[in-house]
């Protein structure tokens, strides 16, 4: 047994001897003397229960890996969920570029010791402006969530209205928190959609439509995978009315989805999660705004903006573009806030699509799409099983009705799961008109055996459920 | 002094590497039964939203793709590389290698969050004993590890203040705060439609009370307030601030993203707070990210901690189980997508582990014994000084003044900023408003040994005597950085000539930043 604890190898000034050493030069007697602002009455004199330390590093790798080893991931079995968080591909570059302990461990510097940081974030700025047809495109937010409540505040200041308009079907995370970040400032409105199809309810949209109406959100693809067939129609009634129109979109879709630009949005939106950012239980996530470069709208972002500006020695520069819109400068005359949230995974959504570049984009949106259409084919072949539910045009997810099985969805997935399937994401709670429905998430990590794979599992379950 | 030089590899911009038909990866192609099967898959797009032109991306191939981020990587100043004491209020400590093994374990990062409960345990295990662990260093109830960030927790927090009035039925509209709090605890408050009152600092630094006794009413919702201030002064009147709010029906939320030198010392509890939070990416070790993501743990006392967001996470002691809690009826529902930023939580867990109890308590004492250390070799420096407090010793971070040297030499905080860089290290001023003159904030945290702290000491000192003898070489930097001076500022500010994208910069200019014709 030792007596003494050694010195933890992250403080090297625990060291008795060093300390002591520094105590003298400071002119302190103790450590405690340190603390003399501190009232005796807040002093915790207990001890923080707290389990007995694993310092050397050993014994900490063994005690993470026994936790860690309890989860049972995507990797191990097969897995169709989706709902916003979608296992695809991460090229290797992305991970090692991430864990470079320069990117990783920096944080906030200035453009002269963080060169790279304001390049490579720039950078990422311009492929999303790439991707979605804008000029203008902030650092990241925390989430996509995030990202489109922030989109739909931005534009209740730029049109001084007051109310949103946003799709009944949406993902309830995001109902709740587009619901927390807009009151008491903004009044939020659900537009209807069609049963059959799951798109917008058109004439809803056009009789909640009036001069009270700030913002129409949408997304494509919606969260049920469902892709509005005229989108060009819902932007001209929302800017007819003098709305902005914010979309939101799964950026992966946009190798072979048009531009928003192109169907007339304002604001475009967006989770950063499928470019590049592992699931890590939904823990990888990030949101971009993305708008044109004009000043009504620049002035209303509340995150940081990076801009190029030449140097003296003629280099690439880059700085903060209107820095005194920002929370930082204002404070409490500020609008929304700033402050850390997902640089990272900007960074790391950047060198996903310069390794895609506009073919690799192209091509993995094809292999999604057919894959999802043959799964969601061959799942409509199983007797009882409905493959798509919502009937309309659908990119990677799609939804699946079992009601006429007589199992429940939760039945079935427990099923699949003794078989090594996740089976998709049950619909029954969030949306009581879709019980007995999944939403099911195909990408091109699902080969034609998976998908093979999976049928065969539900054709079973179902014929044994009979 | 060490001879830095910072890499410059003078790399252009992504699309400038652009060469047609270059591919930085291949992806999956589908297999020919389905292509068969399915046909063409773009005609299962609807016409109208058909991509009909290829997004302008680069295409490069993988190589250069990686070399160019490498070199961008090598001109970017991680905490792992230099010494971090120059980013007061960030907390830029040692980062441990072993806690990235963790994060980046398949078996955490390809959990997907709608996993089967039983196919999740260990993840689930992790975030239930950190909301513990946090409970013991604060003296709180519950903690939510939804929250992003700081600035995100003080959202939350402003979001359970209303939601709690609006279940008394009390109008409250007023949030206080103090002008050496983080700027967010005045801004995110706006956002949830509080109207903040600033308390000024009085002469010796430290929030006056006068002023909060005047600012409180039955308007008053909460305080939102750091302790230590940004000023390292820990303001020994703290519980009679949050009397006094609480005596005029208001909440008190403590701004805890940096708590780095009160750990095992003073809590939140005993300081009568009802709200606190703490960031994972400070305190706790999680790595910055170059802004995140970061994490913060959003705690709460009594039954304010009915308001906190969902899911929690709750433990079936008879069926040895964790489990994802939704079951808080007054919860204000979500601040963020899912259950909060994973790798920081299990970067965070895995950081108190190592540490138990007493290394957290030594983790605060050398963190406080290092600012005092370098405290007291910056004071002696010429035309530097400590505002307020004289004489007595600071808790984590000290801000400085350079208002002297400003004055004598004509050189500013901001170009000592930059001179910083060509030594290899960080230096920031402060958050606005620049209350004190010419400010650098500096934070030594724990991670650093004394000749380090010595050596950022020599660095300012050369500064200084550089200041006094040849002002023009300090104004003129960086010499040794990877770029020279940005002189035209129009550049972020005039709407003509920013550009924030490549394709926006293509559209204003041709060349090196020459403008289209008109």
Request: with cysteine.
């Amino acid at each position: 047994m030792r007596k003494e604890r050694s010195v933890h190898p992250w403080i090297p000034n625990s060291a008795p001897r060093i300390r002591d050493e520094m105590l003298r030069e400071i002119g302190a007697s103790s450590i405690d003397e340190l603390y003399e602002l501190i009232p005796e009455p807040l002093r915790f004199k207990g001890k923080l229960n707290l389990p007995d330390p694993l310092p050397d590093e050993a014994s900490l790798d063994r005690h993470m890996r026994n936790i860690l080893g309890k989860n049972v991931s995507t990797a191990e079995r097969l897995s169709f969920l989706g709902g916003g968080c979608a296992p695809h591909y991460v090229p290797a570059v992305c991970d090692w570029i991430n864990q470079r302990s320069e990117f990783l461990t920096a944080y906030a510097g200035e453009p002269y010791e963080d060169h790279g940081r304001f390049q490579v974030l720039f950078e990422y700025a311009s492929m999303i402006g790439d991707l979605v047809g804008m000029d203008a495109v902030s650092v990241p937010t925390y989430d996509g969530s995030q990202a489109a409540a922030s989109a739909l505040r931005m534009a209740g200041r730029i049109t001084g209205r007051k109310k949103a308009l946003i799709p009944e079907i949406i993902n309830p995370d995001r109902r709740s928190i587009i619901g927390n970040y807009s009151d008491p400032k903004l009044e939020v409105d659900e537009i209807g959609y069609d049963e059959r199809t799951g798109l917008l309810d058109v004439a809803d949209l056009e009789r909640k439509l009036g001069p009270e109406v700030a913002a129409v959100y949408f997304e494509v693809p919606g969260y049920l995978g469902t892709i509005e067939p005229d989108p060009t129609e819902i932007t001209r009634l929302a800017h007819a009315a003098g709305a902005l129109v914010v979309v939101g979109v799964d950026p992966i879709s946009l190798g072979v989805l048009a531009a928003p630009a192109d169907y007339g949005a304002d604001i475009v939106v967006g989770e950063l999660q499928p470019l590049g950012v592992q699931m890590q239980f939904g823990g990888g996530r990030g949101g971009f705004i993305a708008t044109p470069d004009d000043e009504r709208h620049i002035s209303e972002y509340p995150l940081r903006l990076f801009g190029i500006a030449p140097t003296v020695d003629q280099k690439w520069g880059f700085g903060d573009v209107a820095w005194e819109r920002t929370s930082f400068a204002k404070r409490e005359g500020s609008k929304e806030f700033v402050g850390t949230m997902a640089a990272l995974w900007g960074i790391t959504a950047g060198v996903y699509l310069a390794l895609m570049g506009p073919a690799g984009m192209r091509e993995l949106g094809e292999t999604i799409l057919a894959r999802a259409a043959y799964a969601a084919e061959r799942l409509n072949g199983i007797p009882g099983v409905r493959a798509p539910r919502l009937r309309s045009p659908f990119f990677k997810e799609f939804t699946v009705d079992f009601s006429e099985t007589g199992l429940t969805v939760a039945a079935i997935n427990e099923q699949l799961l003794e078989r090594g399937i996740f089976g998709g994401h049950d619909l029954s709670s969030p949306f009581p008109e879709l019980v007995g429905c999944a939403l099911y998430c195909v990408t091109e990590v699902h080969t034609k055996d998976d998908i093979d794979r999976l049928v065969g599992a539900v054709s079973e379950v179902v014929k044994e459920g009979r | 002094m060490r001879r830095f030089h910072q890499a410059s590899w003078d790399e252009p911009i992504i699309h400038e590497l652009s060469v047609p038909g270059e591919r930085g990866i291949l992806v999956p192609q589908v297999e020919e039964e389905i292509a068969d099967a399915v046909g063409n898959p773009i005609s299962r797009i609807p016409e109208a939203l058909r991509r009909t032109e290829p997004p302008r991306l680069p295409g490069v191939s993988e190589h250069r793709v990686l070399q160019h981020y490498l070199r961008l990587s090598q001109e970017t100043l991680g905490e792992h590389l230099n010494v971090d004491v120059g980013q007061g209020t960030c907390t830029m400590k040692y980062n441990p290698p072993i806690n990235e093994r963790f994060a980046t374990s398949p078996k955490l990062t390809e959990l997907h969050p709608f996993q089967d409960g039983s196919t999740v345990q260990g993840i689930l295990e992790i975030m239930y004993k950190l909301d513990l662990f946090l409970r013991e260093i604060s003296g709180l109830e519950r903690f939510s590890l939804q929250p992003g960030g700081g600035s995100h927790a003080i959202y939350a927090m402003a979001c359970m203040v209303r939601a709690y009035f609006a279940d008394r039925g009390e109008e409250r509209d007023e949030v206080i705060t103090t002008l050496f709090s983080h700027p967010s605890d005045a801004a995110a408050p706006r956002v949830k439609g509080f109207r903040p009152i600033v308390i000024p600092p009085d002469q010796d630094g430290l929030p006056d009370i006068g002023a909060l006794k005047r600012a409180v009413s039955e308007r008053t919702a909460a305080l939102f307030i750091t302790n230590p201030e940004d000023t390292g002064i820990f303001n020994p009147k703290i519980a009679e601030f949050t009397g006094i709010v609480h005596e005029a029906g208001g909440l008190c939320c403590y701004d805890q993203a940096n708590a780095n030198g009160i750990l095992g010392i003073t809590r939140a509890r005993e300081a009568g707070f009802d709200m606190t939070f703490f960031n994972l990416h400070k305190t706790f070790a999680s790595p910055h990210g170059c802004g995140g993501p970061g994490s913060g743990a959003l705690g709460a006392a009594g039954k304010i901690a009915y308001y906190l967001p969902v899911p929690l996470v709750g433990y079936d002691a008879g069926q040895d189980r964790y489990f994802l809690d939704y079951d808080l009826p007054k919860s204000i529902g979500k601040v963020k997508d899912f259950c909060g930023v994973i790798p920081a939580i299990v970067r965070a867990y895995a950081w108190i582990m190592s540490l138990g109890e007493e290394g957290l308590r030594a983790v605060a004492e050398t963190a406080v014994l290092n600012n005092n250390y370098l405290l007291h070799k910056l004071q002696k420096v010429r035309g530097m000084s400590a505002p307020f407090a004289p004489g007595r010793h600071r808790i984590e971070q000290v801000r400085y003044s350079f208002e002297e040297l400003a004055r004598d030499t004509g050189v500013h905080t901001t170009d000592i900023q930059r001179r910083v860089a060509d030594f290899g290290a960080h230096y920031w001023t402060s958050h606005e408003p620049w209350y004190v003159p010419e400010p650098v904030t500096l934070e030594p945290t724990e991670s650093y040994s004394k000749d380090e702290l010595d050596e950022y000491a020599r660095i300012i000192e050369q500064i200084v005597s550089e200041a006094y003898t040849d002002p023009d070489w300090v104004r003129t930097a960086p010499h040794r950085s990877t770029i020279g001076k940005v002189t035209d500022h129009s550049h972020f500010e005039d709407p003509g000539k920013w550009a924030l994208t490549w394709r926006g910069y293509r559209k204003k200019y041709k060349g090196y930043f020459e403008p289209h014709e008109a």
